[in-house]
Structures are given as C-alpha cells and as structure tokens.
C-alpha cells in the first residue's frame, strides 16, 4: 500500500467498522479525517492516533450540508471517501414514515450530497475513490426492514450513477457486507442461527471489510462494482 498526503474521509468511524477500518489506514501511514455523531471511546481513540475528528448530523439536509461546510475548512483535497455513516431503526406504526426518512437520510442524501460537494477535493488528489458500504440483504430485500433495506438497495444504485459521472477520474465502488461480528447482548441461540445462514459459518470481524476496502483503493481497474462480503449466504 503507498499512503497519501490527502486524508480519507470516513463516515461514521467511532465505532465497529468504521473504528476498525479508520484505525488499519492509519497504521498504514495514511491521514484520516472521520465524521462522528456522538462521543464514543472510538471518537478519542482516533483523536489519539492523530485523526480529526469532525461532528456530522446526517440525520438532515441542514446537518449534511453543515458538515460538507465544515470539513472544507480543514483540507482541500481527499484521496477518498469512505460511506461508512449507517442507521439501523425499527420500523414500527408508530414511527415508520420518520425512521424511513432518517434511514433514507443517512444511507443516500448524505453520500449523494457530500460525492457532489466534494468531488473538487478528490479531483485534487490521484489516484481518488469514493466507497459506499452497504448491506448484502439489498440482496434479496427484507420483509422486517424495508425502510432500512430500500435505503440500502438506493446506495448501492448511487453507486452504478457516481462511478459513470466520475470516471476516469474517481472510482466510485461499494461493500455489501452480511453478519461480521455479534453484539455483546445476542445469546447462543441466535449466534447459532445467525451463522447457519452463511456457507462458511463463521463470525469474520471487521478485518474482512478493510480487506475489502484496501483491494479498491489499490486496484487502478475496478469502478461501479459492490464487493459481497457474506460468507456465502447466497448459496445457501
């Protein structure tokens, strides 16, 4: 890997996948600007190792745009954007039109906004990728969470747009990633039953996405592709 003076943006970095991923591109010697929402451990961990770190409400247009403000006043280049940025709701009667519109929100206003106001800072930098990590059950679609899904399957079409738009000059890929690491709180029952769903069986972590990622940055011939990262659900 050859690390650049201009910083990678990733959204949504302090904590799980993002964390991680922030923290390998660091190691590797490249600069790291992140977005957070809240004060998270992973926040100041990524202060510590030299990151800045610069507050993002995606939730709005006001919010998205304010960022995009924000960060211009402290690069004027990118070597990528990581879409990293995720919301997970229940989508229940009493809150379905609110938690589709914060979901559609986060998952295609925010990286169409930002790959728009932002292409300047990338074009400034060469080679340059944008990213959008996404989800592998825009797959097949869910019945429990369409909101979440249809937002997903919509990053995963911007994805198709950027990557026509931009080239030659911007490589514009996606993620699709399924289960990568279970929550403190899931019991036996369900880890048992989550990893039954994937043909490999296995909980991988978030190494397997900055694999994943690192592959994109390096590789001079891959746009308007989503990567699966999913164990094999698909066969099964």
Request: hydrophobic residues 40%; aromatic residues 8%; contains cysteine.
């Amino acid at each position: 890997m050859t690390s650049s003076a201009a910083p990678i943006l990733v959204t949504g970095a302090g904590q799980r996948v993002g964390l991680h991923c922030a923290q390998r591109l660091i190691k590797d010697g490249q600069r790291v600007i992140f977005s957070y929402r809240s004060e998270r451990p992973g926040v100041q961990a990524l202060r510590d190792l030299g990151a800045l770190a610069v507050f993002a409400d995606f939730s709005t247009e006001a919010g998205i745009l304010a960022f995009i403000s924000e960060l211009k006043t402290h690069t004027d280049s990118l070597r990528a954007i990581v879409h990293n940025a995720s919301e997970w709701l229940s989508e229940t009667p009493d809150n379905d039109a609110a938690a589709f519109t914060r979901m559609f929100s986060v998952h295609m206003l925010a990286p169409y906004l930002i790959n728009l106001h932002c292409a300047d800072l990338l074009q400034r930098s060469h080679p340059a990728d944008i990213v959008h990590i996404s989800d592998d059950v825009t797959r097949k679609g869910s019945s429990r969470h369409i909101g979440y899904c249809a937002s997903k399957a919509g990053l995963d079409s911007l994805t198709l747009s950027f990557a026509a738009k931009y080239a030659p000059t911007i490589k514009v890929n996606g993620i699709a990633p399924a289960l990568l690491m279970f929550n403190p709180e899931d019991d036996a029952a369900y880890r048992a039953k989550a990893l039954a769903k994937s043909a490999l069986g296995i909980e991988p972590g978030s190494e397997v996405i900055y694999q994943s990622l690192r592959y994109l940055l390096d590789n001079p011939y891959v746009t308007g592709t989503t990567l699966t990262v999913n164990g094999g659900r698909h066969l099964k």
